[in-house]
């Protein structure tokens, strides 16, 4: 019986442990044009993930340390043109979740990051 209890025990800090470390990211794309989002980790620039979010969409997804190489701080990047200025957000963790928005602005697409609570 103890050792029953035990194994759920172990079973429950690992399921915890490993959801700390995934991010929940909202994604919304107020651009008329499809937009090319990357995710990089701060620390290597060859954990990256790339995706699309179609036209004035929403998309949800998780980042987690196993897609950044094992590093927890990343920046989301999104663009819908490779010649104008995409927008950048920066300094995210896998332990927080957040709202981003990418909004069309003069010179290009802007990033907002907001932490969900």
Do not use: R, W
Request: proline share 3%; with cysteine.
């Amino acid at each position: 019986m103890m050792k029953l209890k035990l194994h759920y025990l172990i079973l429950g800090i690992l399921i915890s442990t490993n959801s700390v470390l995934a991010s929940t990211i909202h994604v919304t794309n107020h651009n008329k044009k499809p937009i090319n989002i990357k995710i990089v980790a701060k620390e290597d620039k060859n954990a990256v993930t790339k995706m699309e979010i179609p036209a004035q969409q929403e998309s949800t997804f998780t980042v987690d340390s196993e897609h950044l190489n094992g590093k927890s701080i990343y920046s989301i990047k999104g663009d819908t043109n490779p010649f104008t200025m995409g927008g950048k957000c920066e300094d995210l963790n896998v332990e927080k979740n957040y709202n981003v928005t990418f909004k069309n602005d003069k010179v290009g697409t802007s990033c907002v990051a907001e932490l969900i609570k």
